[in-house]
């Protein structure tokens, strides 16, 4: 594992943006003062000319992205997830939702892992608050290489879309070979007892806990489900089907995330326990995002002690 | 301005003022206050200032409205079906099931609407993107928004004035239509922004006091809103709120209130008497 590369999306969000700007020039990009830590200063730095910075006003930056799109560009506008999905939710709603404009949100920053700056800035509600838009795609990229293309994916997908980034640095999940569409999971790993489905930095340790749990005799079917909206509901279900019990893992509440988006999915089409592992239903605190992911229980032996409760479920 | 061009549009404010009503009763609710108080600009806005296309709504160049202060649809709809961007019929149909004119402004459903608002405070954020995309296309068009008094203690419209300035959005027109009351009372009674003026100015706008119903005057703020290069002009219109129906004026009940049917047909018969002497004139 010593020679694992390690990016964070939010690296790879901004490298992404100046691809898209070379090949785009109806791309703009908005930041709410934050450049430098969402990476939009790499994009800033490429073309001065199509970055805008709003200031520290997101819901303003929100409507701007709304007016800029409605004359006919491509927009990204950044800020952490907080501010984005949560500080202007009635912005991107009324604005970007209602309208189905062409604007792509990079909220970066996201969940827990933002570590020492505490409950304030770790928003763990952003998927769950963007799951209720009407038309609203959301993707949480598991690694660099995912992040990249999503970008890509986003810019050409007409409507908008919400994109999830973290702060910390990830293990690298995908080769150079990963194909990414939007509204698809893929199966990294084969299994018949368990379905384990992750989402973003949980979906490194979705496989390590797979690792350990096939050690221990257990077949977990391991599935990336970066798009939560739409979610592959064909995937969920034949897991469902396939092995009988779910496990859903995410950075995130399990109230309103991924957790929801599948339990809706198979409760509606065939029934089976699922078992969430997420932020309980709490706020977060200060500490180094690595400790602060075990404290709250987003570690690959978490996942392994609640696939094992989930099994005890299994008829 | 000539008095034949000032006849022309004082008919045609009256002719918004007839649609206000007409679609406020039919729908048996909507906000006749503020569409009343903001007739004399959206009439010169559409038949005066705006480069718009009924045949081709989308036209990429055209001037862009965004009509900030939502709920005042009725005056818009009413514009836009006089100016032939949908049928007289439509009015009628405000906010009934399956209608194209929905109680607040959507830019899906009908043609000539080029922004969906009506949660207060926003508008003005999407005329900025609309007159920054402008700026950087080098494109020829103006982008107008109209707010309402009550409108601007949202605190998103200052982030957005603090925008346009900054970025020296000078193709971007913000009008405040200030009538003085909004529901719950008189600005003073509420919670008052003003002094309006000073303050769009501290923001760095320039600023344009004028009577809202006063065609000379309108004309002026608009043609004066051009000549300024550098930063985005501010038009505060005084109003007064339910203009041209005797007694929904200056009265805040009528902020978000249908009139009955013998209240509708007292309205039609004051509008049909002031058409009547306009057309003496």
Same mark, same amino acid.
């Given at each position: ?11 790879? @969000? ?27 200063? +790499? ?6 000319? =199509? ?33 984005a999905a949560g500080r202007a939710f009635e912005q991107i709603?009324?604005?970007? #939702? ?24 770790? *928003? ?6 963007? =799951? ?7 993707? +949480? $990229? ?19 879309? @919400? %994109? ?21 999971? +893929? ?29 221990q005799g257990i077949n977990a079917r391991v599935i990336n ?13 034949? &897991? ?29 089409? *065939? $029934? ?11 706020? !977060?605190?200060?500490? $180094? ?5 075990? /404290? @709250? ?19 | 301005?000539? &008095? ?43 038949? *005066? ?14 001037? =862009?409205?965004?009509?900030?202060? !939502? ?60 007159? %920054? ?6 494109? $020829?068009? =103006? ?8 409108? /601007? ?50 923001? #760095? ?6 009577d809202g119903h006063d065609f000379d005057q309108i004309d ?30 200056? +009265? *805040? ?29």
């Amino acid at each position: 594992m010593a020679d694992v590369v390690k990016v964070a999306t939010r690296d790879a @969000y901004g490298k992404a943006l100046v691809e898209l700007g070379e090949k785009n020039d109806k791309v703009i990009v908005l930041d709410a003062d934050l450049a430098k830590a969402t990476k939009t200063i +790499n994009f800033k730095n490429a073309f001065p000319d =199509r970055f805008f910075d709003a200031g520290i006003a997101e819901s303003n930056m929100m409507g701007v992205a709304a007016g800029l799109a409605a004359v006919g560009y491509t927009v990204f506008a950044s800020s952490f997830a907080m501010f984005a999905a949560g500080r202007a939710f009635e912005q991107i709603r009324n604005s970007i #939702g209602y309208t189905h404009l062409n604007v792509k949100i990079g909220a970066t920053h996201a969940g827990i892992s933002v570590g020492e700056d505490g409950a304030s800035h770790q *928003c763990c509600e952003d998927i769950a608050l963007m =799951r209720t838009i009407p038309g609203m795609t959301i993707i +949480n $990229p598991a690694d660099d290489v995912e992040a990249r293309l999503a970008v890509l994916a986003a810019a050409e997908l007409d409507g908008p879309v @919400y %994109l999830r980034f973290g702060r910390l640095a990830v293990p690298r999940v995908f080769d150079e070979s990963y194909r990414f569409e939007i509204g698809k999971g +893929n199966v990294l790993r084969e299994g018949s007892d368990v379905a384990i489905i992750a989402t973003g930095l949980m979906v490194a340790e979705a496989l390590a806990a797979a690792e350990t749990l096939a050690a221990q005799g257990i077949n977990a079917r391991v599935i990336n489900m970066a798009t939560i909206k739409p979610i592959d509901k064909e995937l969920v279900i034949a &897991a469902a089907q396939e092995t009988g019990v779910l496990v859903t893992v995410e950075e995130h509440s399990i109230i309103g995330g991924l957790g929801s988006a599948v339990t809706e999915t198979v409760c509606e089409a *065939c $029934p089976v326990p699922v078992i969430r592992v997420g932020v309980e239903d709490k706020f !977060g605190a200060s500490g $180094p995002a690595v400790e602060m992911l075990k /404290i @709250y229980g987003l570690c690959a032996e978490n996942i392994v002690e609640k696939t094992k409760a989930a099994l005890a479920l299994k008829k | 301005m000539d &008095a034949a061009a000032k006849k022309q549009l004082r008919i045609k404010a009256n002719q918004v003022r007839k649609g206000i009503i007409e679609g406020v009763y039919n729908a048996k609710s909507g906000h006749p206050g503020g569409s009343l108080s903001i007739a004399e600009v959206m009439t010169y806005l559409y038949f *005066c200032e705006m480069n718009v296309d009924p045949k081709n709504p989308k036209a990429e160049n055209r001037d =862009r409205l965004v009509l900030s202060k !939502g709920h005042v649809a009725p005056a818009l709809y009413a514009a836009l079906a006089l100016k032939g961007f949908f049928s007289q019929d439509e009015i009628k149909l405000l906010r009934k099931p399956g209608a194209m004119l929905q109680g607040h402004p959507s830019m899906k459903l009908t043609p000539g609407v080029d922004m969906s608002t009506g949660s207060l405070g926003q508008g003005i954020s999407t005329a900025c993107g609309m007159a %920054l995309g402008g700026k950087l296309a080098g494109a $020829p068009y =103006r982008v107008y928004t109209i707010l309402g008094d009550g409108e /601007i203690q949202e605190g998103q419209v200052w982030e957005a004035a603090m925008f346009a300035a900054a970025k020296g959005l000078d193709n971007l027109v913000a009008i405040v239509d200030w009538n003085n009351l909004q529901i719950d009372g008189s600005l003073d009674e509420v919670n008052s922004p003003c002094p309006i003026d000073e303050k769009f100015a501290a923001f #760095g706008w320039n600023v344009i006091s004028i009577d809202g119903h006063d065609f000379d005057q309108i004309d002026a703020a608009f043609t004066a809103a051009k000549d300024c290069k550098g930063k985005p002009t501010c038009i505060i219109a005084k109003t007064i709120k339910g203009k041209g129906v005797s007694f929904m004026e200056d +009265n *805040c009940d009528w902020h978000g209130k249908a009139p009955n049917q013998a209240e509708y047909e007292t309205a039609m018969a004051e509008l049909d008497a002031e058409l009547a002497q306009l057309e003496t004139m």
